[in-house]
């Protein structure tokens, strides 16, 4: 039976996508919206995606040359394709991209988010206020992507390397077995089933490390143009502290909603096959995110504009409907809201804007099981 997917997104993650599911055995279809299909391009005039075996002599993952099934500008070409549509894309990307989507899509197609960071709740409430409450598709969250990996030339990619397994959640968690079950051929590493929608973004590793870390070390990551070993670099004895009590309120929150979240420690051993003692040595020996020098440079990077407002703000927002202390997530939040003159607070993913206001504990759980 042949394995069809489209990736919905042309950035590092999408061709990534592309090219590993294709090496996967995959004819996949990848679309670029305007303004961001310069990589379509690239593609189209290379006749395909090169994944390097070097960059800057430092050994990379899953080096070749693919060839990729169908490259379109189209959408509805795209949603028509496959009936496993992933989108490979930044949170604030989901929105605009799925309202585009919602005229074309059909029941029984699976919308896979990765990252998650929520996403599934959101465009679910998405797809009823607009009025298609009887379509019938399914929505499943990943904790992140697959790929440590960056575009470095016109459809040139380094991966520095792939995670042992992605954890996963369908919206409703029941049918996570049957999505696992059809995502699984086309996916080049082994899907775990997470309990929850909730659960997947509570456990995106990105939570810790990114945005507490950008917002401790801002002043020399912007006066020095980001030119750091990030997580070397950037994660000091101190600034493991600080992030270690941060993990103490996602742990709290968790707990509170009923929810077993493995520690950021556990996570990343199990991710990454390491058997380290402390996040701080996690992050001052991991080979896959020490190969390459590359770091924030502005207070505007993703670490922030992303994993700020669209992994802290829900977890303050959690905090505050259980009772539970945030402290160091609130004043991460108010210090990137002064970097960026804007207020999170408000334009991240908040429990209304994921459907879930007004609930208790309860009635969430039981609207995502």
């Given at each position: 039976?042949?394995?069809?997917?489209?990736?919905?997104?042309?950035?590092?993650?999408?061709?990534?996508?592309?090219?590993?599911?294709?090496?996967?055995?995959?004819?996949?279809?990848?679309?670029?919206?305007?303004?961001?299909?310069?990589?379509?391009?690239?593609?189209?005039?290379?006749?395909?995606?090169?994944?390097?075996?070097?960059?800057?002599?430092?050994?990379?993952?899953?080096?070749?040359?693919?060839?990729?099934?169908?490259?379109?500008r189209d959408l509805k070409e795209a949603i028509?394709?496959?009936?496993?549509?992933?989108?490979?894309?930044?949170?604030?990307?989901?929105?605009?991209?799925?309202?585009?989507?919602?005229?074309?899509?059909?029941?029984?197609?699976?919308?896979?988010?990765?990252?998650?960071?929520?996403?599934?709740?959101?465009?679910?409430?998405?797809?009823?206020?607009?009025?298609?409450?009887?379509?019938?598709?399914?929505?499943?969250?990943?904790?992140?992507?697959?790929?440590?990996?960056?575009?470095?030339?016109?459809?040139?990619?380094?991966?520095?390397?792939?995670?042992?397994?992605?954890?996963?959640?369908?919206?409703?968690?029941?049918?996570?077995?049957?999505?696992?079950?059809?995502?699984?051929?086309?996916?080049?590493?082994?899907?775990?089933?997470?309990?929850?929608?909730?659960?997947?973004?509570?456990?995106?590793?990105?939570?810790?490390?990114?945005?507490?870390?950008?917002?401790?070390?801002?002043?020399?990551?912007?006066?020095?143009?980001?030119?750091?070993?990030?997580?070397?670099?950037?994660?000091?004895?101190?600034?493991?502290?600080?992030?270690?009590?941060?993990?103490?309120?996602?742990?709290?929150?968790?707990?509170?909603?009923?929810?077993?979240?493995?520690?950021?420690?556990?996570?990343?051993?199990?991710?990454?096959?390491?058997?380290?003692?402390?996040?701080?040595?996690?992050?001052?020996?991991?080979?896959?995110?020490?190969?390459?020098?590359?770091?924030?440079?502005?207070?505007?990077?993703?670490?922030?504009?992303?994993?700020?407002?669209?992994?802290?703000?829900?977890?303050?927002?959690?905090?505050?409907?259980?009772?539970?202390?945030?402290?160091?997530?609130?004043?991460?939040?108010?210090?990137?809201?002064?970097?960026?003159?804007?207020?999170?607070?408000?334009?991240?993913?908040?429990?209304?804007?994921?459907?879930?206001?007004?609930?208790?504990?309860?009635?969430?759980?039981?609207?995502?099981?």
């Amino acid at each position: 039976m042949t394995k069809r997917v489209s990736i919905i997104g042309s950035g590092n993650a999408g061709l990534t996508a592309a090219y590993h599911f294709s090496l996967n055995g995959a004819e996949v279809c990848l679309y670029g919206a305007a303004g961001f299909d310069q990589p379509l391009k690239d593609i189209e005039d290379k006749g395909g995606i090169e994944a390097l075996s070097e960059l800057n002599s430092v050994k990379l993952a899953f080096a070749g040359f693919q060839k990729i099934t169908k490259i379109t500008r189209d959408l509805k070409e795209a949603i028509d394709f496959a009936d496993i549509l992933i989108l490979p894309v930044p949170s604030f990307a989901q929105e605009p991209l799925f309202a585009n989507m919602l005229p074309y899509l059909k029941n029984g197609q699976i919308v896979m988010l990765m990252p998650g960071n929520y996403g599934s709740l959101v465009l679910n409430k998405m797809k009823k206020d607009q009025g298609y409450t009887d379509l019938d598709i399914t929505f499943v969250d990943a904790i992140s992507i697959p790929w440590a990996t960056r575009i470095c030339g016109p459809a040139e990619l380094a991966i520095l390397g792939m995670k042992e397994f992605l954890p996963v959640a369908a919206l409703p968690a029941s049918r996570t077995q049957g999505a696992i079950a059809k995502l699984q051929p086309i996916f080049p590493l082994k899907l775990e089933a997470i309990q929850n929608v909730i659960a997947a973004g509570l456990e995106n590793i990105n939570y810790g490390g990114h945005p507490l870390l950008t917002t401790l070390n801002m002043g020399l990551l912007e006066n020095f143009g980001g030119k750091f070993n990030y997580y070397k670099d950037c994660c000091s004895i101190a600034t493991a502290r600080a992030a270690a009590k941060m993990e103490e309120e996602r742990q709290a929150i968790g707990k509170a909603l009923g929810l077993n979240l493995r520690t950021e420690l556990e996570m990343m051993n199990a991710l990454y096959a390491m058997d380290c003692k402390t996040v701080y040595e996690v992050n001052r020996t991991s080979e896959t995110h020490g190969k390459l020098n590359s770091a924030p440079d502005s207070s505007t990077h993703r670490y922030i504009t992303e994993d700020a407002a669209y992994l802290l703000v829900p977890c303050y927002e959690f905090g505050k409907l259980l009772g539970v202390e945030t402290t160091i997530i609130t004043s991460c939040l108010h210090i990137d809201n002064a970097y960026n003159d804007t207020n999170y607070f408000e334009t991240g993913r908040t429990l209304f804007k994921m459907g879930l206001a007004g609930m208790s504990v309860a009635e969430m759980m039981a609207f995502v099981a």
